[in-house]
């Protein structure tokens, strides 16, 4: 009897124990650096729990940061939108669920800087997308930055000079970045540098990306190559490369443009950039695609032993139309299991027009399979740089780098969502925003 009650005064101890509400104090918000948008939340607890933030501008759209654990926090905010008024809570978290909530805080977000991008939005008012757009500038100073629907920003970041070309999405709520030509970082939208890799052999160039296999990450990047030539007043051609790095940042494969072709034996026109690589992407089955602009070609690229497996355009291993030939193209990348789509620039020369080309290959049989163009006002025409991606639903995303302009249109054509700035793109990025929170 005497143990039933010891007992049973433990419980009710420990009851109360666990009943004591977590007070949350020394609560304070922080910009603590210019050249981000993300604000800081610090408080502390009572005692040690699992907190994250509830936050928004409009209470019909409530915005969650990531779960922290400890009982000192700093946890991040970082989709704001500029000049706006938000409010958030802390909320304590249990098995998922929020068993606790502070009071009410609020505060404003700082107005954009001076110099950022100047935009001019002419939209659908039937049409919107429930995602934000990834951008970067080619000016000094380098930003990126997001922007909603309704083309506001809500997210950037600033660098201290001009980026390097090269950036991309990354798996999981982050972008692959390259913060000078040697170097190849991945970064979390809150800021966190997850990856870094500083070359003292290789300048990158034009394309950079991530990608797993066998649940393992890997880093690719276009490199310059080059290849002594000594002829017509030249004495070295520049071409190009691939290498590839593992998550430790260990170099694990490259490849050499000039151990596969050598200039004097094809008919590409010699000169001192020859074969301009500015895309790369992983096909279905782990081989690399690469797009060679002065070639007006895809190249397949054995991933194992670097052999040339096909060549896709003008003169190449699959017979085309007219009306599937591209030119100068940008952004190859598959889109499905069985189809690509790239960024067809078109040609001063053969066709002052502008489109997304999408198709499939039999490439066991050389066929190529037209599947779709979705072609840009003639007035958009985008002699060079540039991409396409799809948003879903039919919808396409184009970047017309040399008239400024983003573009959104539906699988006709019809422009649904029309951005002027008076900076200039090399890419855009569709980021579904269920891959955010």
Known sequence: MILHKRYS???????????????FNKVS????????????????????????????KDKNQVLFSSTNKGDSFNIVLPYLKPSSSYSFKINEISKSSIINSSVLYSFKTRDLPSFFPNFNLIKDSLFSFDGYLLFRTQEDPGIQFMMDDSGEIVWYNIADTVLSRPFNKGLNNTYISLSKKNIINEISYEGDTL????????????????FLDKEKSYYVGLTYEYYKYY??????????????????????????????????EEEFLIRDDWSHAN?????????YLISFRNFDQ???????????????????????ENKEIFYQQHAIHKIDSSHYMLFDNGSSEYRKTSRALVFSLDEKNKNFNYSKSIFL???LFTFKQGSVYSMGNN?????????????????????????????????????DKKKLF
Request: aromatic share 16%; charged share 20%.
């Open 9 to 23: 005064f433990l419980i009710f101890l420990f009851i109360i124990s666990c009943s004591k509400k977590n007070n």
């Open 29 to 56: 918000i922080s910009l603590p650096n210019y050249n981000h948008s993300k604000y800081h939340v610090n408080f502390i607890s009572d005692f040690s729990t699992s907190a994250k933030i509830s936050y928004w």
């Open 195 to 210: 990856f870094s890799k500083t070359s003292d052999k290789h300048i990158f160039h034009h394309d950079i990306l991530k």
């Open 231 to 264: 002829k017509n007043d030249i004495d070295s051609i520049m071409g190009d490369g691939i290498v590839v790095y593992d998550e430790k940042g260990e170099k694990v494969w490259t490849w050499n443009i000039f151990n596969h072709s050598k200039p004097d």
């Open 279 to 287: 895309g790369i992407d992983i096909d279905s089955d782990g081989n």
């Open 298 to 320: 895809i190249w397949k690229v054995n991933s194992v032993n670097g052999d040339v497996i096909w060549r896709l355009g003008k003169n190449g291993d699959f017979n085309l």
């Open 377 to 379: 006002p003639d007035s």
């Open 395 to 431: 919808n396409y995303l184009f970047s017309s780098s040399v008239n400024n302009k983003t573009i959104i249109s539906d699988e006709t054509g019809k422009i649904l969502w029309n951005l002027s700035s008076d900076h200039s793109f090399y890419r855009v990025y569709y980021i």
